[in-house]
C-alpha cells in the first residue's frame, strides 16, 4: 500500500474567500475540488476557470473530482487547467479507457470513481489504466452527509484487486470521513482519504488534517 495521503475538500469552504482557504490546510497533500454540473449530481459548484484560479492560489497539488454527465468531453480540459488529478465517475463515462489515456496525455493522473451501489469487479480489467481508483463512501452530491459502512466491503475488494494487479493504484474514500470513521477507512485498505466538513468545520483545519493523518497511520 502507499503511503496515507489527506486531500481535503473544499467544498465546505467559504467560497467568496477560497485562496485564504487553501492557506489554512498547508499541511495537506492535495486540494480535492469537487465539480458538480447539476446533471450528474443535483448541485452546482464550477468549473476549469476555478481550477485554473486555484492552481495558482496554492502550491498544493488539485486533485479534481468530476461529478459531472458527459465527461469524456469535459475532463482532459481539467488537466489542461492545472489538475495534477482527474478523476471522472464510471457510471457517467462512455469510454473509461481512451478518457484515462486521454487524461495522462495531459500529464495529469487518471482517477475513476464509483458510486456506492457501483460495484468495482466489472472494471478490474481497467485498473492498469489507472493512477487511483475512488470508492465513495457517501452518494456524491453534498458535504456533511453520513459515512456509509456498507461501502467498506468494496474498499477491501478493491485493495485485493489493486494488490493482485500489482501496479502502484491508489485507493481513495471521500463522504462522511472523519475522526470516527477514518481507521475503518484505512484497515480496510484505503490509503488517499477526502475529508470536507471534517477539516472546515474544525477551528484549526491544518491541525485536523495532522489529526486525520494520525489515526488513518496508526
Ligand atoms: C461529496 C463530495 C465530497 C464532499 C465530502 O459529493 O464528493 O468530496 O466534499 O464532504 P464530507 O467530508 O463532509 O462528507
Ligand atoms: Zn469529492
Given amino acids: 500500500m502507499g503511503h496515507i495521503q489527506i ?18 490546510i498547508a499541511g495537506a497533500d492535495w486540494v480535492h475540488v ?18 485554473e484560479a486555484l492552481s495558482k492560489a496554492t502550491d498544493l497539488p488539485l486533485d479534481a473530482h468530476l461529478m459531472i454527465a458527459d465527461p469524456d ?6 488537466a489542461e487547467a492545472g489538475a495534477g488529478s482527474v478523476t471522472f465517475h464510471v457510471e457517467a463515462a462512455a469510454a473509461p479507457v481512451r ?15 464509483l458510486k456506492p451501489a457501483t460495484p468495482i469487479e466489472p472494471y478490474a480489467d481497467l485498473l492498469p489504466e489507472l493512477d487511483m481508483v475512488l470508492v465513495m463512501t ?5 458535504g456533511g452527509q453520513k459515512f456509509l459502512d456498507l461501502c467498506l466491503p468494496k474498499i477491501r475488494r478493491t485493495r485485493e484487486l489493486i494488490a493482485r494487479h500489482g501496479g502502484d493504484v491508489w485507493l481513495q474514500v471521500d463522504g462522511g470521513v472523519s475522526l470516527e470513521t477514518i481507521e475503518r477507512c484505512a484497515q480496510a485498505g484505503a490509503d488517499v482519504f477526502v475529508a470536507g466538513s471534517a477539516v472546515y468545520s474544525a477551528d484549526d483545519p491544518d491541525a485536523m488534517v495532522a489529526a486525520l493523518r494520525a489515526k488513518a497511520e496508526a
Fill in 34 to 51: 469537487d465539480v458538480m454540473d447539476n446533471h450528474f449530481v443535483p448541485n452546482l459548484t464550477f468549473g476549469p476557470t476555478m481550477v
Fill in 138 to 142: 457517501v452518494e456524491p452530491g453534498f
Fill in 7 to 24: 486531500t481535503p475538500s473544499i467544498l465546505n469552504a467559504d467560497f467568496a474567500d477560497l485562496g485564504a482557504e487553501v492557506a489554512r
Fill in 73 to 78: 468531453r469535459w475532463a482532459p480540459g481539467y
Fill in 99 to 113: 478518457l484515462a489515456r486521454e487524461i495522462r496525455a495531459q500529464g495529469a493522473r487518471a482517477s475513476m470513481a
